[in-house]
Each structure stands twice: as C-alpha cells, then as structure tokens.
C-alpha cells in the first residue's frame, strides 16, 4: 500500500461505521424497507400496509433491506448486493441492499464523465449486483448513432436499453428484467432522467424531476437518498438523488481486473496469474485477445486508464 494512503475499510458485508452489533431478535412480521428517514425507515409489509419504525441507537438500515419487526422494534436480515456511495466527508455509506440490478443510467445530454459507464460495471460486479445500462433520452439520440456505439462496446456484457422517458420507448423492458420480486435501482449523472424513468415506471409516482441535488453540492435532499418503489408487474426499483460521487467508491485495481466490461470471454479463460492486471503480465488472456484483435485497443487504454485512476491516492479522496 502507497504510503499516506488512508485505510480502506471492509468490503464484504457492510462497512464498519455501518455495521455495528445489532440487537436482533427470532421472528417478527417481515418487510422491506421502502425510505428512510435518518432516524426512523419506512417499512413496507407483505400485505401492502406500511410503518414508520424508529432505529435504535446504533442500529442501521437502509433501503432494500428485510427486515422484522416485532412491537415497535425491527431486526435486519443479512443482506446481498449492497451499493455504497462515499458521502462528503469521504466516508462510504450504504444507500441500497439487496439488488439484483443495477441500472447505469446515461443520456445523450448530459453525456457522462469519460470512464462513468466502466467504473459502473466495476462497481455492480464487485458488490455482486449484475448491471445493465440504459441510454435514456433516445428522442434525442439522432440516428440512433450513441445507441448503437454503446451497444457496440456494452451488449455483449449486459442487457443495453434504449429508451426515452418523455416518449415511453423501449420502457417496456426494463419491468421484464425485475419480474419475479427482484430489486434494481438506477444510478447515473445528475439530469440524466433517473427520476423520470421511474416516474415513467410506477403509476401514480411524482418524484421530483430535475430537482438540485447533492452532486451538486447545494442539495434539497437532505437525509432521503433513495427511495424503493414497487413495479405494477412485480420487482422494485431504487431512484437514487445526485450520485456525482456514486463512482467514487473504494475500488481495487484488482476489482476494474476481474469486472471490465469487454474482458468477460478472455476471464473465462483466465490469465497465468491469479493477480494479473492484464498490464504487460506474461500469460494474460487479455493482452493475448488485444493481440488477436478480439478486444479493440481503445477498451483496453480505457481499462489502463481506470486502473490507473484506482491506483492515484487522488481518486480516493474525490
Ligand atoms: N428529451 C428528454 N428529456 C428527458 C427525458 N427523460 C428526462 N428528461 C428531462 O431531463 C431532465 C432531468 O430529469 P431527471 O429525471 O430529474 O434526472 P435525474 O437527475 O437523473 O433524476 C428533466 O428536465 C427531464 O424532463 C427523455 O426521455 N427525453
Ligand atoms: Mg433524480
Ligand atoms: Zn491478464
């Protein structure tokens, strides 16, 4: 580890000042979290009735959660695919559990930040949450020319949706992905139409579209930054306000190795080394498909690139 370069705190499960011992308890009436309120979540039960429970001292629970609750009192179920944000203080915080997908969200305008769309796929595939991407604002996407790139690079590592919010194409395809009860939540540039597309999905939602957010760094959200919300069809979706900083979570180079998005044929195959970082290691199946011309240059700078980023002290601390 580069010297000056601050701890990083646990991956797996959640961090340490999100998990402290909690008093928990056998049985209760489950339910999912739906909103949370800072001190108290809201908790959606089986039958469609929901509760305000307060948190004890200590205790943490976020969207997306199972839980229990017994008298005023909640229990939180183990949780997967839990999808952290580094909050301004440069802790990471825990915004949503237990997602199945991820929904990288990016649109024609604002385009996102170069590298936004790799570092998603990183993030999705390390916290064990399969990502699809959607390109949002389609009306707007002349001659179809950014959906058919982004379907160039990205299709062959997840489902790629072109929509548009405004004018309901192609939306029909993102209910069919959460069918079943799964749970997916949209991250992505500020003003990309995140709140649009699940106001787009769930009937007789208003959230509030293009509002300020934290990203920006003068929010009108202040403590709610997610909100769970159940499809017609089944499934839930999480809109997540102002995730300018959602890409900066604590990512290991090790993590962009495994997760590329383009590299998943030559992982398959697997590199000499367990540790490789597909740089200029003897044996690595990704340098050997950049040589067959099976994985195009351009991804691979942009892989070096990010690596690059997760290597620079600099990064930890955006
Ligand atoms: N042309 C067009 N504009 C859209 C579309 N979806 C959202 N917008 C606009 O983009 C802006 C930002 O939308 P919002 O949902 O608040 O984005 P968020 O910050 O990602 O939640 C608003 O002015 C929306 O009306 C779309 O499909 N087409
Ligand atoms: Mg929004
Ligand atoms: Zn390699």
Same mark, same amino acid.
């Given at each position: 580890?580069?010297?000056?370069?601050?701890?990083?705190p646990?991956?797996r499960g959640?961090?340490?000042?999100?998990?402290?011992?909690?008093?928990?308890?056998?049985?209760?009436?489950?339910?999912?979290?739906?909103?949370?309120?800072?001190?108290?979540?809201?908790v959606?039960?089986?039958?469609?009735?929901?509760?305000?429970i307060?948190?004890?001292?200590?205790?943490?629970?976020?969207?997306?959660?199972?839980?229990?609750?017994?008298?005023?009192?909640?229990?939180?179920?183990?949780?997967?695919?839990?999808?952290?944000?580094?909050d301004?203080?440069?802790?990471?915080?825990?915004?949503?559990?237990?997602?199945?997908?991820?929904?990288?969200?990016?649109?024609?305008?604002?385009?996102e930040?170069?590298?936004?769309?790799?570092?998603?796929?990183?993030?999705?595939?390390?916290a064990?949450?399969?990502?699809?991407?959607?390109?949002?604002?389609?009306?707007?996407?002349?001659?179809?020319?950014?959906?058919a790139?982004?379907?160039?690079?990205?299709?062959?590592? =997840?489902?790629? $949706? &072109?929509?548009?919010?405004?004018?309901? %194409?192609?939306?029909?395809?993102?209910?069919?992905? +959460? @069918?079943? !009860?799964k749970?997916?939540?949209?991250?992505?540039?500020?003003?990309?139409?995140?709140?649009?597309?699940?106001?787009?999905?769930?009937?007789?939602?208003?959230?509030?579209?293009?509002?300020?957010?934290?990203?920006?760094?003068?929010?009108?959200?202040?403590?709610?930054?997610?909100?769970?919300?159940?499809?017609?069809?089944?499934?839930?979706?999480?809109?997540?306000?102002?995730?300018?900083?959602?890409?900066?979570?604590?990512?290991?180079?090790?993590?962009?190795?495994?997760?590329?998005?383009?590299f998943?044929?030559?992982?398959?195959? =697997?590199?000499? $080394? &367990?540790?490789?970082?597909?740089?200029? %290691?003897?044996?690595?199946?990704?340098?050997?498909a +950049? @040589?067959? !011309?099976?994985?195009?240059?351009?991804?691979?700078?942009?892989?070096?690139?990010?690596?690059?980023?997760?290597?620079?002290?600099?990064?930890?601390?955006?």
């Amino acid at each position: 580890m580069a010297p000056g370069r601050r701890k990083k705190p646990a991956r797996r499960g959640r961090s340490a000042e999100d998990a402290p011992p909690q008093p928990d308890f056998e049985g209760g009436t489950p339910g999912l979290v739906v909103a949370h309120h800072g001190v108290a979540v809201l908790v959606r039960f089986e039958d469609g009735s929901e509760r305000q429970i307060w948190l004890q001292p200590d205790q943490r629970a976020v969207v997306g959660d199972r839980v229990r609750v017994r008298g005023d009192r909640l229990a939180v179920d183990p949780a997967h695919g839990v999808l952290r944000r580094r909050d301004p203080r440069g802790r990471e915080r825990t915004i949503a559990t237990n997602l199945d997908w991820l929904g990288i969200v990016v649109a024609v305008e604002p385009r996102e930040p170069p590298g936004y769309i790799d570092r998603g796929f990183v993030i999705a595939r390390a916290a064990g949450i399969e990502p699809f991407l959607v390109l949002n604002k389609t009306d707007l996407d002349e001659g179809g020319a950014l959906g058919a790139r982004l379907e160039e690079i990205y299709a062959s590592s =997840g489902p790629v $949706f &072109r929509v548009s919010a405004e004018s309901g %194409e192609g939306l029909e395809q993102i209910p069919v992905l +959460l @069918a079943g !009860g799964k749970l997916g939540a949209f991250v992505g540039p500020s003003g990309v139409g995140k709140s649009s597309l699940v106001n787009a999905l769930v009937p007789d939602l208003d959230l509030r579209v293009g509002a300020l957010n934290r990203g920006s760094g003068k929010g009108t959200h202040t403590t709610t930054t997610a909100t769970l919300h159940a499809l017609p069809g089944g499934g839930f979706l999480v809109d997540t306000a102002g995730f300018k900083d959602f890409i900066a979570v604590d990512l290991e180079p090790s993590e962009a190795a495994a997760g590329f998005p383009g590299f998943e044929v030559p992982l398959e195959a =697997g590199c000499r $080394f &367990r540790d490789c970082l597909h740089r200029t %290691e003897p044996g690595c199946g990704v340098l050997a498909a +950049l @040589a067959a !011309g099976e994985i195009d240059e351009r991804r691979h700078r942009a892989y070096l690139q990010l690596v690059e980023e997760l290597e620079s002290p600099d990064d930890q601390r955006r």
